[in-house]
């Protein structure tokens, strides 16, 4: 073999007579094809003056010395024209139509279009297509500074879209379909997807231009917004201390820069909760933290504030744990502990309830005349509580959706009936009294006033009086049967 397989050189043989002539010759081929550019791939017969070393790609129906030279390259060297037939997968740039061309086999095709510099696809170990104009299978890819031609020592990958309304966005796949994906979807706010098969897509975080985080809505209203169905926050705390999972808000007054003293009045944390009424959310209850004074001194006196709903009037403060630990209504006689229907098993205090009864408050009407007559009218009893307790259990067959999402036991209240005996009075005995003695006072009373078979009540502190004008009268007629055995 006395020329190379793929370019068709000569090789120099043994003890060949003028060995330059087969070198130059080769130099000239490779002067040809190495790195070659054309002037075009228009032409079908040779230019009238061609310029030393001009290269063509020679146009279909090739006439004159270029005749049945189709597709193939003709360079114009030391005056004459030399021709190469290409095989599949030689390039060549076309400087006339700035495109880089690659040999198929058949016929001369674009492989790089634009510039030399600007190509519209280019894979790496892959084949690039229309959508995937660069495509790189790889283990991994490097992006880094220019350290070569050092610059700012920066590295930004810049992802720019049309409008608005498109997308620019990096895609996460499993066997190339989508699993996750951030960026600019669909709009100027940024998303982050998750997708359990590359169909069913689920948003996870938006951010808005403002700089509102959304989880659960595209439109988040405040710095941070969760909508969710369910649960909205599990906050969970995995250590060997004793400490629950803790959420710590902070208010100061001032700017984030120079920040001043909390004052009076202001409220470091608050838990506001509201319902949909149909047209818009209202406020249904609030949980807050009110300065009583300035803070100083490393203190700052609270007083935690619960709030809720009331019908007609709004949301609005009901009680109160003050910072020196007294827990008390907000409004003076206003609300009831307990009711009929839900009453505390046992109050427990170190001293008795105490009760105004400043003349200032009273306006009286009257005296306790019937007093003598409504004690010997009402017998006081022994009884038992047909419900003396009543426990919490769950419940055996049904079942509900905690806040949690999950599926617990029901819980049940199972009255227990009563075993100790008790002293004491029956209602309708102490209304019976009063009918008889032709008075109404606040002794008794019925859950439902509108109801004359609701439930009644009476009030032992009341009776007291009842008791003590009895007495009264009794030690008046004792005095008066003492002075007539005297006499």
């Known amino acids: 073999m006395d020329r190379t397989p793929n370019l068709d050189m000569p090789y120099i043989l043994p003890s060949q007579a003028q060995k330059h002539v087969t070198h130059n010759e080769a130099v000239r081929m490779l002067d040809c094809l190495v790195q070659p550019v054309v002037a075009n791939r228009t032409l079908s017969e040779p230019p009238a003056v061609p310029a030393e070393g001009q290269g063509h790609i020679v146009a279909a129906g090739a006439t004159g010395e270029w005749a049945d030279k189709d597709s193939g390259l003709a360079f114009f060297q030391d005056g004459a024209w030399l021709h190469f037939q290409p095989v599949e997968g030689w390039r060549v740039y076309d400087a006339g139509a700035s495109e880089s061309l690659v040999y198929s086999g058949s016929g001369w095709e674009v492989y790089e279009g634009g510039g030399a510099s600007s190509q519209p696809m280019f894979g790496i170990n892959t084949d690039a297509d229309a959508t995937n104009r660069l495509a790189v299978k790889s283990d991994a890819a490097l992006f880094s500074h220019d350290d070569v031609t050092p610059g700012s020592g920066d590295m930004q990958i810049k992802l720019n879209k049309a409008a608005g309304g498109n997308t620019a966005s990096i895609l996460y796949q499993t066997g190339y379909s989508g699993r996750a994906e951030y960026g600019l979807t669909g709009d100027d706010k940024f998303h982050i997807k998750v997708s359990p098969d590359g169909s069913a897509w689920h948003e996870a975080i938006v951010v808005d231009s403002s ?177 003396g307790r009543s426990i919490v259990v769950p419940s055996q067959t049904e079942t509900v959706i905690d806040d949690g999402g999950k599926e617990v036991p029901k819980l049940e209240v199972w009255p227990i009936p009563g075993t100790r005996q008790h002293a004491g009075f029956i209602a309708q005995d102490i209304r019976a009294a009063m009918d008889i003695a032709g008075v109404d006072f606040g002794a008794w009373g019925l859950e439902d006033r509108n109801d004359p078979d609701s439930g009644q009540w009476i009030r032992p502190d009341q009776l007291v009086a009842v008791l003590w004008a009895a007495l009264k009268e009794t030690r008046a007629e004792v005095a008066e049967l003492r002075e007539a055995t005297t006499e």
């Open 211 to 387: 700089g509102n985080v959304g989880i659960g809505t595209d439109a988040p209203e405040a710095p941070f917004h969760v909508l969710r169905a369910g649960v909205n926050i599990i906050h969970e705390r995995v250590d060997d201390s004793a400490f629950a999972p803790t959420s710590a808000t902070r208010k100061a007054r001032g700017s984030v820069g120079a920040l001043t003293q909390c004052l009076s009045g202001d409220v470091p944390s608050a838990f506001f909760g509201q319902a949909y009424d149909g047209s818009g959310y209202v406020g249904c209850g609030n949980l807050r933290w009110v300065l009583e004074g300035d803070a100083a001194s490393g203190t700052a006196p609270t007083t935690i504030e619960f709030w809720n709903h009331t019908s007609g009037v709004g949301n609005g403060s009901k009680l109160e744990i003050t910072s020196a630990g007294t827990l008390r209504p907000t409004a003076d006689n206003a609300y009831t502990l307990g009711d009929a229907s839900f009453r505390w098993s046992a109050v427990w205090a170190a001293n008795g309830t105490i009760q105004t009864s400043d003349e200032r408050d009273k306006h009286v009407v009257g005296d306790l005349t019937f007093a003598g007559a409504m004690v010997d009218t009402v017998d006081p009893v022994l009884f038992r509580w047909e419900i």
